[in-house]
């Protein structure tokens, strides 16, 4: 294995570093020098079945007095977020790990020694691995000294150690923190918690380190989330543990002369639970941080647009100041994002910004149901009433380097709702459905009444979604007429300067496609950036060859969508392979929607919206992937349902395969062959709406077969689909 290279085995951030020394065995270790994690490598028995149980656990040194130890299976960071709770609790919890088509091979457990089996930052333990069958007979037993001192490392526990010091109780509290203890499910049975309900005061916990340090939180799910900055940063991140004992890296972060900052969350209904375990601090010398950053830096050579959706992002915030708006967009900065879209409203509702024109959101509204059930909040109202959203997120992007435009959603005037705009209440002849009908020329007036006000508060770019509800377009050539009088307008607000207009809509399949004249627009010149679509769970991976053929030798960029919601491909993994298969077809770049949902709340997954600005980087971590293939433990993982416990018609359940070449690909469901693939992407049916019903309502079991070798790889799911 390469030294001081990233592993996709491994968390995000993850070097492999030098072996250290063990007793005379088989087995060797390695200690990770950014997660501190032990790397214990063991051969699996040339004779050993195609699946066999691997069970670790530690003692203190020549005391037998074993225990489970908090162990995981050397994986990609793909299959760590698709890795189920059941597997989660048998391998940090339990100590057992199931090894696939594994005989002869030399496979990894990565030991989290810590809290257990780490004594004032000394690491000193014996360490057993077991390989038995699935029938519990015993085919191998090693053990081998597993010794590392991580005195330089940082864990806060007691958080009763902040400036705040009379914020912070013991027992249940009204208005304050509250620290309890003797609890199930901690480092060292206790932890921070601020109730739900009531606001609670920032908390500053003291720091005097000096240098980089590698920054990682872990909470217990369920509890809550943590918000987290430095007192140097800007914004604050929110972070929470997926599973028990699970520690999430937060960043690297240069550490002089801060102190460390806790927030309790604001949600759509107000002040929310808050929770945190432990905080854990890994020093970083110079090399290694500027290591890490190379692995996501290469020439910067392709075109990144941004949806950052300012009312999804009040729905859990409380704006109060103009300033607050800057926070996201620095997020979107630090991913190298170009363009940041910027949704103001959609034609027919009321608007989330300072129009004179029509109506603005200012007190309640809903947004999409949570299980069934519709949220409700004044959030967003709320920061119309005290603030200039696009003025001030005009001002902050160009600050930070950003190409921002206003984007309106075609229409959806919401019928019946609090978002629904008077407009459509004093014209109801202008509806169809719940949308506006652009055949109609007042209707038309009416829209580029709005867009001639965002260019009047200085937008320097145009975007309409066409895509999320494309129903207010009755034929091609109604929408070719309303962007011929949206071209003349840019160009009249342009005084000699082109106003660039994005457009994104539905690719080929989806909804309503073929209502859509992409070509028209680029052969007229009404667009500058053409942005092809899917929506919800389908079409992730639609073909660009007629976009491609329909911008070349034009000015147009075409940026296809990569959808960042819970629908669209897992991070990183699936995320990236469209990303190069993208660039590869010839894209010029890509339009990630909801880019906020990666960005601004997914601190971790940041980096890979960067890394996709950079074929050269993007080229670079897929090297590093089929290097690392051969030596992470083989598994098939599936994605789970975006929504609950169960797959609804609108999205797709889609395959990762870990530790073998992606390749040969057989779907059973319930023993039926429905899907054979020769290479990914990996979906159960077809990405098209006839399958939408191809997971029918109930149990049922999935068989996938995944060629490895001259033999199959085998798993199988027991799942369900929506009633």
Known sequence: MRGLILSVCTAPFVLYGPAFAGEKTEMTMRLDPVTRYVHIAYEVPKDAPDEVTVCCCWSPPGKADWRP?????????????????????????????????????????????????????????????????????????????????????????????????????????????????????????????????????????????????????????????????????????????????????????????????????????????????????????????????????????KFIAGYFEPYSWAFNENILNTLQHREPLTAFAEAGVDLVDIQIGRFGAKVVYESRVT????????????????????????????????????????????????????????????????????????????????????????????????????????????????EGIDKAETCNTFLRELRKLADERGDGRRVPVLIRFPAKGVRLWERFDYRTWVREGLVDYLCPSNIQGRHLHFDIGPYVKAVKGTKCKLLPVVDGLSWGPVRPGPFLWRVKQLYDAGADGIYIYQADDLIVYQPTDRQYARLAGSTEALGGWWERDGHDRPICSKGIYVTPPAQGKVYHRWERLRIWLEGIRMGEVEMYLDRKLVSRYDGPPYVLGTEEYESDGVIPPGEHILLVRARDGDGWLEQTFAIRGAE
């Not at 601090?281 to 996501?296: A, I």
Request: net charge negative; glycine share 8%; hydrophobic share 35%.
């Open 69 to 301: 130890a908090n162990v995981r299976p050397l994986i990609s960071e793909t299959a760590l977020r698709l890795a189920t709770d059941e597997q989660w609790r048998q391998w940090t919890l339990e100590g057992r790990i199931t090894e696939r088509r594994a005989a002869g091979l030399k496979r990894t457990v990565v030991f989290n020694p810590y809290p257990e089996a780490q004594r004032n930052g000394v690491v000193d333990a014996d360490f057993r691995i077991e390989i038995a069958t699935t029938d519990g007979r015993t085919l191998s037993s090693e053990a081998i000294r597993v010794q590392a001192d991580n005195r330089d490392v940082v864990y806060i526990e007691d958080w009763r150690q902040v400036l705040q010091r009379d914020a912070v109780v013991t027992g249940p509290a009204d208005g304050k923190w509250s620290w309890r203890e003797g609890l199930d499910g901690l480092t060292l049975g206790n932890a921070l918690y601020g109730n739900a309900g009531t606001p609670l005061p920032q908390l500053a916990y003291p720091l005097d380190l000096r240098g980089s340090y590698a920054v990682f939180v872990c909470t217990k799910p369920g509890d809550g989330s943590i918000g987290l900055r430095l007192t140097g940063d800007e914004r604050t991140e929110y972070l929470s543990s997926r599973h028990p004992f699970e520690e999430v890296l937060w960043r690297p972060a240069r550490m002089d002369h801060q102190h460390l900052v806790l927030k309790q969350r604001y949600t759509y209904s107000g002040w929310g639970a808050a929770h945190i375990d432990y905080l854990k601090l890994v020093p970083l010398s110079e090399e290694l941080v500027k290591r890490l950053e190379d692995q996501f830096a290469g020439k910067k050579d």
């Open 359 to 470: 109506d603005q959101l200012l007190y309640g509204t809903i947004g999409d149901p949570i299980d069934g059930v519709i949220p409700e909040t004044g959030n967003v109202g709320r920061m119309q009433q005290y603030t200039n959203t696009l003025q001030a997120e005009l001002k902050y992007a160009r600050e930070l380097g950003l190409t921002p435009h206003a984007n309106f959603g075609a229409t959806n005037c919401y019928v019946g709702t609090p978002l629904q705009g008077d407009i459509t209440k004093q014209h109801p002849d202008w509806i169809r459905g719940h949308t506006l009908r652009y055949e109609l020329p007042e209707v038309r007036a009416y829209i580029l009444s709005l867009i001639r006000e965002a260019l009047e508060l200085g937008a320097p770019g145009i975007s309409i979604d066409f895509c999320r509800y494309p």
